[in-house]
């Protein structure tokens, strides 16, 4: 049985650094892209950042290059995701995904979600 479970999240302010971290488990995941959505209260799940199994390939979103990045140990089958100068328009459930495959954007493009981690930014 596939988990993939998520550790990290919390409540921070402006400003603040949390590492989300996303421990996969049931497969090899050789040759799968690992990464993060998210999700706010009202809105439809976003994509944040992914990481193929070699790191040689990865997509950091727009809304958070520059203060977000994404890393993998695949001798734990883990990612990371550091997120720096977090903004309170970052408030949302997180979520880890994998899918075999290309880095994609669409959420189709990933066969297994984790149960999500709340990361909550207060200004």
């Known amino acids: 049985q596939v988990q993939l479970v998520e550790t990290g999240g919390g409540s921070v302010q402006a400003g603040d650094s949390l590492r989300l971290s996303c421990t996969a488990s049931?497969?090899?995941?050789?040759?799968?892209?690992l990464g993060w959505f998210r999700q706010s209260p009202g809105k439809e799940r976003e994509f944040v950042a992914v990481a193929s199994w070699s790191g040689s390939s990865a997509i950091v979103d727009d809304s958070v290059k520059g203060r977000f990045s994404i890393s993998r140990d695949n001798t734990k089958n883990t990612v990371h995701l550091q997120m720096n100068s977090l903004k309170p328009e970052d408030t949302a459930v997180y979520y880890c995904?994998?899918?075999?495959?290309?880095?994609?954007?669409?959420?189709?493009?990933?066969?297994?979600w984790g149960q999500g981690t709340q990361v909550t930014v207060s200004s």
């Open positions: 049931g497969r090899d995941f050789s040759n799968y892209v």
């Open positions: 995904v994998a899918g075999v495959g290309i880095v994609v954007r669409h959420s189709k493009g990933y066969d297994y």
